[in-house]
T-cell receptor
């Protein structure tokens, strides 16, 4: 499984756009990039997944450069309720079930 | 529909006792996973089921840990002779395996285990 590196923590004010970058230099051709969000005392929750270029859903956008060695999760206009830990994972379909969660990025949104 | 449920939500036990943790996956999900999360740490993979079989038990930390799944649905994680280092939140997840992309795993709320 490709190893990922992301910042341990980030602070942001309400209403700002937050970008969390994840490095995955050893990503394989078949690997997808997935982000999960975890609130305190809850299990992780899927946010977004992509393979290349840009993916957008109602919650976030995911930017993936051509070399795919990194990815950036973008949260538009964060609110206090976005305070959580965000995990970046890399894996392919078959056999990637063992999701390797690192320590993630703890995002603190400040009023 | 109903999400993944786990029981109990909290469990306090004495060192040396056995505990059983239960997971009810989302109906129709063939894959089931167990993870462990210690305070302030990321998730540690324990075991994966596809149907009733467990092709990967590599994450189980010791032979005190075992898990089973019956009827392709409910799973039980058993920890024998609990130790204080077993204290953690035990998370269960399930997914509908498509094999086409990394399957989204849906997590339960977890069981917080405290070993005194």
């Amino acid at each position: 499984l490709a190893k990922t590196t992301q910042p341990i923590s980030m602070d942001s004010y309400e209403g700002q756009e937050v970008n969390i970058t994840c490095s995955h230099n050893n990503i394989a051709t078949n690997d997808y990039i997935t982000w999960y969000q975890q609130f305190p005392s809850q299990g992780p929750r899927f946010i977004i997944q992509g393979y290349k270029t840009k993916v957008t859903n109602e919650v976030a956008s995911l930017f993936i450069p051509a070399d795919r060695k990194s990815s950036t999760l973008s949260l538009p206009r964060v609110s206090l309720s976005d305070t959580a830990v965000y995990y970046c994972l890399v894996g392919s379909g078959a056999g990637s079930y063992q999701l390797t969660f690192g320590k993630g990025t703890k995002l603190s949104v400040i009023p | 529909g109903a999400g993944v449920s786990q029981s109990p939500s909290n469990k306090v036990t004495e060192k040396g006792k056995d505990v059983e943790l239960r997971c009810d996956p989302i109906s129709g999900h063939t894959a089931l996973y167990w993870y462990r999360q210690s305070l302030g740490q990321g998730l540690e993979f324990l075991i994966y089921f596809q149907g009733n079989s467990a092709p990967d038990k590599s994450g189980l930390p010791s032979d005190r840990f075992s898990a089973e799944r019956t009827g392709g649905s409910v799973s039980t994680l058993t920890i024998q002779r609990t130790q204080q280092e077993d204290s953690a939140v035990y998370l269960c997840a399930s997914s509908f395996t498509t094999g086409l992309t990394t399957d989204t795993q849906y997590f339960g709320p977890g069981t917080r285990l405290t070993v005194l």
